[in-house]
């Protein structure tokens, strides 16, 4: 039997090269190893990056939603006060047109053009009055923007048209049309809108231009409606209510008589929302205004003069004309003194 004999130099070789290649096998485990934590980490770093920006993305679509929501509700509620605004600033106009037609003697001519500048820029044939010189449009909405700066918000507002109109007998209409245009101040988004804003006003309680420009500005009689259902109590011929009703110059419908808004242009013709009053012109007398004529008031205050006829039972300075059927109007037909 043969037996094969290495030599230590031959042994030293083979382990070495047994030691290499374990090595090699260890670094290739290692670089496996790395690659894979590698690749993790890189699809964390990915996964995280998604993630985050997903995450903002969400964040400012509900922070601009918010914004916009809140603008929103900004615009309803600038709409609602701004017919506020509308009211009182057309409330003042029109006592700033009592005001100037005391002045100056003189009914309102282009009632339009002129309550349009009263109510939007408080002047009145470009003449400040006292009436609306702090409750105009335009300063209310510049107050406004001032205040909208503070929320980042921008307003403005062009293209005004106004317009006053009567419907009613004891009220009148205003219609405001404008562009209206809010602005968020970082840009993020614009409302332009075509606005009509409108309001309602009532008659009572305002001064009758007749009275006003007919007595030179010496006298005012306020609009109040009659308290009084019946004149004449017709089984007694009691004109008690009569009387009362004259000496306070109250109102009754009539469409005969001219409305408020023609009163204000100094129109003495009929309307179908027309008022009238009987002048106490008994109060005129010291005044230098009593006129023996019918005491009607858009006679009394007029160049027109009909016949007219003293009342039984009412004092001697009640005259009535019955030139529209005033004699039944005041329910006096069985009272007239020829």
Known sequence: MAVKIIS??????????LSSMQSSKNRNKKGFVFTMMAIFFVIVAMTASILFSKYTERSQAISIESRVFTINNFIHDLERDMSRALYIASFRALLGMTSYMSENGTYITNLSANFAELVLNGTIYNQTTEPTNDSYVTLWLAKVQQEAQDIGVTIDAYNYSLSLVQRETWNLEIEMNLTLVVQDAAGLATWTKDDTI?????????EDPLYTVGSDGLISNIIIQTPFEFFVNQTTSNVSNLQQHAINSYYIEDTDAPSYVMRLQGLFSSSSFGIESTVYSLSLVPLGQYKNKSVVDHIYWSTSNPAHNAIQGMPSWYRLDN???HFDSYEVSDLVIN
């Open 8 to 17: 230590p130099a031959a042994s030293r070789a083979k382990a070495q090269s």
């Open 198 to 206: 409108r309001t309602t006003i009532p008659i009572t309680g305002l």
């Open 323 to 325: 030139l529209t059927g």
